[in-house]
């Protein structure tokens, strides 16, 4: 261990770190009450041109009464309803047009609404919230439209869905009297007979500002933006004193066990509970740590370990101590491999708790876990939204005061903490299990297990109660004095005029071009660098082009298979070895490879990148590919190939995105083939390596707390010595052919409770690709028509106005050899045919009769608006260089979007609704209870 580690060590070790490990500085938190009760929490960072706001009620799903789950969340979708100064529909049309990235979540504790807008632009917010806080009317007609909306979402979310259905379950078994059994969305039947009267009455009691707190971060005076709350949430008058309910769980008594089957899963798991106290109660920092040792998604972990890595049981292992307001239970979780049982999983499990029981851990180990809580909050507050987000969240579950003291209590455990809180709370006798078992009796209907082209797949056993709304997306007019108060005290002003988005007016981003230094490496790898002093990380990125994987086509999932192996063992080290410095040391570090580029990136603490850029140069260049590590990753690889296409969802999508794409690389089995897994060998994978992985096609992108002459010489020392050349003639694709003709695939399955619609259109030869000239017209168009299930033509008038579905979501999937565009909703089957109709009625509006000026107006707002949330920090900038690099653009691209979006013109975009929209070619894909004709109208 060299001394500076050494001395970063013993400071954990001692606690007596100089500086918060979170990044917030609580002596710049400022608290502030108004007269009427309404908590004000502020926190200053200039680093962009954003105010963040965040309003939380404290009022969740448990503080529901009998019969009425799911009123909490009845009344958040009701605020978007809107109230007499902001009618239906401006709520979102206003905060889109100008920029704003908006949302609101219901949980079982709070409710929150937040927006994320420039800084000129944030008395909006206040203006909504303001006005939200206690002039919502609830319309009885739109409440009766709503609930519909909300049926659909409890069907998309939990009665559709294998972990939705196991949870709800569970729930039940795990609180025996505490509200946190029942579900956030609500039960069917509550939902169903809640009438708009008990709403209201739930929204007047808890809606007030003595039951708020209202959390700003981002660029602004304190002193200043004070006053303005004051002026806008000042008047909303104090609501009654609320009681302080008593939430309160019994003790379990016994043994649970859950054996729950459901077509939708493929293959075995299980999952432990145990009674455990909130992280910041007696034990909590001990269970957290003795968590992260035992079953954290790391690979280090001792179930990680014993489970996936040597075992070859399973596929993945976690669990660990959540943060929550009141106790939830202690989890564990592994999902097994097809060749493992459950009594064997099982007994590791219990085999590793009593080693911790009755062995000491090493030291070594505890101090691994406080490195790593080091890295995650030395790095976790980049963004304004997310220093808000945890002031709020830390507010409400304890206080924001303690919001520096988590780092304390987790390096005050000991060995000792350890083996007392294993013993105290692990006992086999008081716990629930769930086994989690196919159902061999019914039709598979849907899965966990999605993959999806060219993206990161999602760990399927992540969980969440909250309950979000459809509207994330990120892509000076202050009024006068005047105005501000004859808004405040009943002025009849036109919202719509008022927040009207003045183009010449918008904050635009400063230009990120001249930030950008250049040099090349010794070996003639060219690096592009910003140097920037923010935040004390760096930041690595880099792509190898490879043009088409001719292997790939003749053994499907080689790429696979090489890229999953990289970090298995390099010349230098073994995998045990590198797993154990990434894990002491933490830095972060990821390999992909595409249909045509191999993918890096590497992120660490300013103080260990010398580490960061070793570790990742060594995989990249200098892999092993141990036969015996193969071993261990080959079933997985197999497992997942057997899975793919199991069930009717991804049947009917692949049979769609490969009709696209036949003929093309992109067509080709996303996840291998098992033949290919079984019979590749070590030389096939060598073979293809050192074909395609070489510096003659590699760039690099660095950015952070660097001189440039620290990261020539590092990286010089690491990626500038590495010298092979590459076999690889970057062999060109063929061009994607566009969709000729009209195909309709139905995949019947009675057991899905919704059908899922999926639609492609691409009448372009070459597909749809990244240096498309109409690109900006293409996305506001995307926008106008179906960008956004609460403000796009197709959700106003699919889901607001006619109620078909809880969401419509538009992909333009491009890439730089073509792509298509993708149109997909869940409904309910007796809608499936009106919402095709209601699609292409309003394709057909729009070709034929174009868009508003208002509509190119706002649509222009936003985007440009957007550039700005795009580059909020010096990390978001590279990736932005990165992905024009990639893309092959030219380096002032992003600089250059606000004049190229300004220039569309409304007929530019009724050309592309022409050019890109073709409703005599398309694929219309369902799977759902349909018949298989039932759709053949549309052929």
């Given amino acids: 261990m060299n001394i500076r580690n050494f001395v970063r060590t013993w400071i954990l070790l001692t606690g007596l770190l100089s500086l918060p490990l979170f990044g917030i500085d609580d002596l710049k938190v400022n608290e502030h009450i108004l007269d009427n009760g309404l908590r004000v929490i502020t926190y200053e960072m200039h680093t962009a041109p954003i ?135 609500g039960w069917m039947e509550d939902i169903e007979s809640i009438a708009r009267d008990q709403a209201y009455a739930h929204y007047k009691k808890y809606y007030t500002p003595n039951n708020a707190t209202l959390v700003l971060t981002g660029d602004f005076d304190t002193d200043e933006i004070l006053k303005t709350v004051k002026e806008y949430f000042g008047k909303a008058p104090k609501g009654p004193e609320l009681e302080n309910p008593r939430f309160f769980d019994v003790e379990q008594e016994g043994k649970k066990i859950l054996e729950f089957k459901h077509p939708d899963i493929l293959n075995e798991s299980i999952s432990m509970y145990f009674a455990a106290p909130t992280r910041f109660q007696e034990d909590g920092a001990a269970l957290y740590v003795m968590g992260n040792i035992l079953a954290s998604r790391s690979a280090t972990s001792r179930l990680n370990k014993r489970l996936v890595r040597e075992g070859k049981l399973c596929k993945s292992t976690g669990g660990g101590l959540g943060f929550s307001k009141d106790p939830r239970p202690f989890s564990i979780y592994a999902s097994l491999l097809p060749e493992a049982s459950l009594e064997e999983v099982e007994a590791i499990i219990w085999d590793e708790i009593d080693s911790l029981k009755n062995h000491p851990v090493a030291d070594y180990d505890l101090q691994k876990i406080k490195n790593k809580l080091a890295f995650s909050e030395m790095t976790g507050d980049q963004y304004i939204s997310d220093v808000g987000d945890r002031l709020a969240t830390y507010d409400n579950y304890v206080s924001w005061r303690h919001i520096n003291q988590w780092d304390d209590m987790v390096t005050a455990v000991t060995k000792d903490d350890i083996m007392r809180v294993s013993n ?126 001719l292997e790939d086509a003749t053994n499907p999932g080689i790429r696979i298979f090489t890229n999953s192996m990289l970090p298995r063992g390099t010349t230098r080290h073994t995998y045990e070895e590198l797993l154990e410095e990434r894990s002491f040391t933490p830095y972060q570090f990821d390999f992909g490879q595409s249909w045509n580029k191999i993918i890096f990136t590497g992120y660490s603490l300013t103080q260990d990148a010398d580490k960061m850029l070793q570790g990742t140069y060594e995989i990249l260049a200098e892999p092993a590919f141990p036969e015996e590590e193969m071993d261990k990753v080959r079933p997985r690889l197999i497992s997942n190939a057997k899975d793919f296409k199991k069930t ?57 707390d660097f001189t440039k002459e620290w990261i020539q010489k590092e990286l010089n020392a690491t990626y500038g010595s590495w010298k092979h050349s590459s076999g690889d003639e970057n062999t060109g694709f063929t061009k994607i052919k566009p969709i000729q003709g009209k195909y309709v695939y139905v995949f019947n399955n009675p057991e899905y409770k919704q059908c899922r619609l999926d639609m492609a259109f691409n009448p ?33 008038e699919l889901r607001d106005k006619q109620g078909l579905s809880y969401g419509i979501k538009s992909t333009l999937w491009i890439r730089d050899h073509g792509g298509y565009w993708n149109i997909r909703t869940e409904l309910d089957k007796d809608n499936v045919v009106r919402m095709i109709q209601g699609i292409f009625a309003e394709i057909k509006k729009i070709r034929k009769d174009g868009i508003t000026d208002e509509e190119l107006n706002k649509a222009k707002a936003r985007k440009i608006s957007l550039l700005t949330l795009q580059t909020r920090t010096a990390d978001d900038i590279a990736g932005i260089i990165f992905d024009e690099l990639k893309d092959k653009k030219s380096l002032d691209h992003f600089d250059n979007r606000r004049a190229a979006i300004m220039a569309i013109t ?26 298989e004709k039932s759709l053949d109208m549309f052929k």
């Fill in 906 to 931: 409304k007929e530019d975009v009724q050309l592309v609704a022409h050019k890109y929209l073709d409703l005599n070619n398309y694929i219309i894909s369902v799977s759902g209870d349909l018949a």
């Fill in 764 to 796: 372009i030869d070459g597909g749809i690709s990244t240096d498309i000239e109409d690109y900006e017209a293409l996305k506001i168009l995307e926008q106008i028509l179906c960008g956004s299930s609460l403000t796009s033509r197709m959700g106003i």
């Fill in 51 to 185: 105010i963040y706001s965040r309003l939380t009620y404290n009022v969740g799903s448990k503080y529901e009464p009998h019969n009425q789950t799911g009123i909490s969340h009845i009344v958040e979708h009701m605020m978007f309803k809107g109230t007499k100064r902001f009618p239906k529909g401006t709520i979102a049309e206003l905060i889109s047009a100008n920029g704003g990235v908006f949302n609101a979540f219901t949980s079982n504790d709070i409710t929150v609404y937040y927006e994320l807008l420039p800084k000129n632009k944030i008395e909006l917010a206040f203006d909504i919230e303001s006005q939200r806080m206690y002039k919502c009317d609830f319309n009885p007609a739109e409440f009766e439209s709503e609930i519909k909306v909300i049926m659909e979402e409890r069907k998309q979310r939990t009665e559709n869905r294998a972990d939705g259905k196991k949870r709800e379950e569970l729930n039940t078994l795990l609180y025996k009297c505490h509200p946190y059994r029942n579900p956030v969305i």
């Fill in 648 to 704: 009717e969802t991804i049947k009917a999508f692949y049979t769609m995105f490969e009709q696209v794409f036949e003929g093309h690389q992109y067509a080709l089995p996303y996840t291998g083939t098992v033949e290919t897994f079984e019979n590749t060998t070590r030389d096939n994978l060598i073979r293809f390596y050192e074909k395609y992985y070489s510096p003659d096609h590699l760039k690099m992108m660095v950015v952070g």
């Fill in 424 to 549: 105290q709370y692990f006992d086999e006798d008081k716990m629930v299990i769930c086994y989690s078992l196919p159902d061999s009796s019914a039709k598979v209907s849907d899965s966990s297990f999605e993959a999806k082209p060219d993206e990161e797949i999602e760990d399927a056993n992540q969980e969440s109660d909250d309950i979000a709304e459809p509207e994330i997306d990120l892509e000076n007019d202050v009024a006068s004095k005047a105005g501000l108060f004859s808004r405040l005290f009943g002025g009849k002003e036109d919202v719509r005029e008022l927040y009207k988005p003045r183009l010449a007016e918008i904050l635009a981003p400063n230009p990120i071009a001249s930030l950008l230094d250049s040099f090349k490496l010794d070996n003639g790898v060219p690096v592009y660098m910003i140097e920037n002093h923010d935040f004390p990380t760096v930041c690595i990125m880099g792509f190898i082009e490879t043009g088409r994987l």
